[in-house]
């Protein structure tokens, strides 16, 4: 979350207006493995309740 | 300088890679969204507190309460503060209301448990509910539909997951799956889940960003999607849009919509049971399950597919094809099984969608600028038909057994009840128009609003 990058964010600039030139918001790495947990453990706790909802379903078909 | 909570502290730069955000998004909703699993907790707490289904179901019913009260009133302030510093807010008071219970648990006090899950956390419920849903569809400018598709699917995965979770704690920290065994891990089981819920919700808060003012999905050109039918580039401000008939009118769609899925919800496993003798108690859990899996779909399906429908081609949908398929299982649910569990199965992804698709429906019509604060006050009509659901298909049930019906028939009623809701919902959405320009912000005001607070 405080790990500030140093890249110059203007070349995503589609209006060409306010040049940035750092990111006060740090998206750096840090946050991109943050993210990337994030990310894998939504996926995984999703898995995880569809299988175990899928499971409970298919007593409809087997009970 | 801003606090690391304030909106100023987390605007992404330009080229920021938008698919971080859902994840974010997701893992708050997927916590919050444990209340609709509450009932795994009944039969533990009703042994706890030696006390019956009623007493117990009220902790549930007051948390839902408190999401529609805390919704409508703290929207304005989500909208000023940004997602993070309310990501944060929600997921303390979220924690905080399963921290309290635990306490009520250990004590054997019922009334904290009321007061912690279900007034302390349901503030929780409402706050996170509409905290990362504007700011993906700002993310999202070209796609709101399937931003809060993702978003609400979350709600409903949520209780996907905390119900087998919440059953396995309960029976690893007490011994056993039998009653007893489970009623002696509640309290360990209420710690567990919040210390997870506290870790998930602050790793959302930390990678939650909003756009950069500047910044546009590539390729995106607003003035297309403004040329759209009911689609506006003006915005208007939450206290002038409960002021117009537009407001009124989607509150209905989402009451009718909400109390209709209710209607089947609340009474699935009996329902299937008194239609078809032969399904066992086992098989009706597995169509509950089923119903589960459809509400959650329905909530991104649907929602997405809303983007190039059209967000009033769609409640047309949920509503038109709702009403048709309660007839069906009115009139012909009782001759065959597979077409009662498909009727049943699409209202329910119809239910998933109406709350999934109203936000998006919302910013069609009155901007994005408040739009997470309108939402809020429209989720009154969620708190409203969770009250009025349950005592209309209740009361009919009971009407209808105390005149001696059994079966399929004790269900005709209710079913015809929430075919006219239903035709009432529809009517309600084809009188939506665009809302009149003397309710918009005047331009530029909403947008140096927005980015100076």
């Known amino acids: ?63 | 300088m801003p606090s690391i909570l304030d909106r100023e502290a987390i605007i992404a730069p330009r080229q920021f890679n938008r698919w971080l955000i859902p994840a974010a998004a997701l893992a708050i909703h997927l916590c919050i969204g444990q209340v609709y699993a509450f009932s795994v907790f009944k039969i533990p707490m009703m042994g706890h507190f030696g006390t019956g289904d009623v007493a117990v179901g009220w902790i549930f019913s007051v948390a839902i309460a408190m999401l529609g009260l805390a919704a409508a009133f703290g929207g304005t302030w989500v909208e000023r503060s940004g997602p993070r510093k309310s990501m944060v807010v929600a997921g303390t008071f979220w924690v905080a209301g399963f921290l309290v219970a635990s306490l009520g648990i250990a004590t054997g006090q019922l009334w904290l448990v009321y007061f912690g899950y279900g007034v302390v956390g349901g503030i929780g419920l409402g706050i996170g509910y509409i905290s990362p849903v504007s700011t993906l569809m700002k993310w999202f400018p070209d796609r709101p539909g399937l931003a809060t598709g993702l978003a609400i699917m979350g709600f409903g995965g949520g209780a996907l997951i905390a119900s087998p979770l919440s059953n396995g704690l309960m029976a690893f920290f007490g011994g056993g799956t039998d009653p007893a065994h489970l009623e002696a891990g509640l309290l360990q089981t209420f710690l567990t889940l919040a210390a997870v819920y506290a870790v998930v919700i602050a790793l959302g808060a930390i990678v939650i960003r909003v756009p950069h003012p500047d910044w546009t999905p590539p390729g995106w050109d607003p003035s297309k999607a403004a040329a759209k039918p009911l689609q506006t580039s003006a915005n208007v401000s939450a206290d002038s849009a409960i002021r117009t008939p537009q407001f009124w009118l989607l509150w209905i769609v989402l009451f009718c919509n909400v109390t209709a899925g209710i209607g089947i919800l609340e009474n699935a496993a009996p329902m299937i049971q008194d239609y078809f003798d032969w399904i066992t108690p086992a098989a009706a859990a597995g169509f509950v399950g089923l119903l589960s899996l459809a509400n959650m779909a329905g909530r991104f399906v649907w929602s997405a597919t809303s983007d190039s429908w059209g967000r009033k081609n769609n409640y047309m949908m949920y509503l038109g094809v709702g009403l048709a398929l309660y007839l069906v299982i009115a009139l012909l649910g009782g001759a065959s099984v597979v077409v009662f569990i498909l009727a049943t199965m699409v209202i329910l992804s119809f239910y998933g969608g109406g709350f999934s698709t109203i936000p998006a429906y919302l910013k069609d019509l009155f901007g994005v600028f408040q739009v997470g604060a309108i939402h809020g006050r429209l989720l009154t009509a969620w708190s409203a038909a969770g009250i009025a659901g349950p005592l209309i298909v209740n009361s009919v049930l009971e009407a209808q057994a105390d005149a001696g019906l059994t079966g399929a028939s004790l269900y005709s009623l209710s079913l015809y009840i929430m075919v006219g809701l239903l035709a009432i919902g529809f009517i309600a959405n084809l009188l939506v128009r665009p809302v009149h320009p003397r309710h918009h912000v005047p331009e530029g005001r909403d947008r140096q609003k927005e980015y100076a607070q």
């Open chain 1, 1 to 63: 979350m405080s790990t500030p990058t140093a890249r110059n964010d203007t070349a995503g600039n589609t209006t060409g207006s306010t040049p940035v030139t750092r990111d006060p918001a740090g998206t750096g790495g840090a946050y991109r493995t943050i993210a990337a947990v994030l990310a894998v453990i939504v996926i995984a706790a999703l898995a995880y309740g569809l299988v175990q909802t899928a499971l409970k379903a298919s007593a409809l078909f087997t009970g």
